[in-house]
């Protein structure tokens, strides 16, 4: 667990999830502690437990996927992996997470794949929110700039329209009362 743990990039780790596929076996150290120094980080533990509650051999196969045998101990006993399906549990429970029995037929992977996508969607759902952006500044200011100009420009000279005497006079005539 503290392996994974120390594998996450703080920075850019916005959702952390450790998925733990174990018999859940513990040979070395204190594996609740370690769930609880995860969960204290916000880390969700997922664990799927393999193998028997009863015990059973743990296979070696070679490069093509055939048995070769089972693995012995130091002294040829065959060695018995235990399913600790308590331990497991417990993992789950400390950091929220939850505990799934493996099957062959596979199901625990889509139950995984239901819990996760749950956990993305309320997650995202927890952290959405809308920031508009705001566009009108530029079509604000290049309307401002647009009119400075247009009062600093100077009123253009208009062409003097010239009528002839004949003109004026007609034009004269139509306002004059009849």
């Keep these: 667990i503290q392996v994974a743990v120390n594998g996450f990039n703080e920075e850019r780790a916005t959702q952390k999830v450790i998925i733990m596929l174990t018999d ?7 594996v609740l502690s370690a769930a609880q120094a995860a969960a204290d980080q916000g880390i969700i533990i997922y664990t799927v437990g393999f193998g ?3 015990g059973e051999p743990i296979p070696q196969y070679d490069h093509l996927g055939n048995l070769i045998e089972y693995k012995k101990d130091s ?13 497991l549990q417990e993992i789950a429970a400390i950091t929220n997470g939850a505990y799934l029995r493996a099957a062959p037929n596979g199901r625990e992977v889509d139950l995984l794949a239901d819990e996760i996508g749950r956990l993305q ?12 952006i705001e566009r009108f500044q530029w079509f604000l200011g290049i309307a401002v700039v647009a009119l400075i100009i247009y ?18 006079v007609s034009s004269d005539r139509a306002k004059q009362p009849t």
């Design 24 to 30: 859940g076996e513990n040979h070395r150290s204190d």
């Design 52 to 54: 028997s509650p009863d």
């Design 75 to 87: 002294s040829g006993q065959t060695v018995l992996s235990r399913l600790d399906e308590t331990t």
């Design 121 to 132: 969607t309320s997650e995202l759902e927890s952290r959405f929110e809308t920031r508009g």
């Design 151 to 168: 009062e600093l420009i100077p009123d253009r000279a208009r062409p003097k329209v010239v009528r002839t005497e004949a003109e004026v």
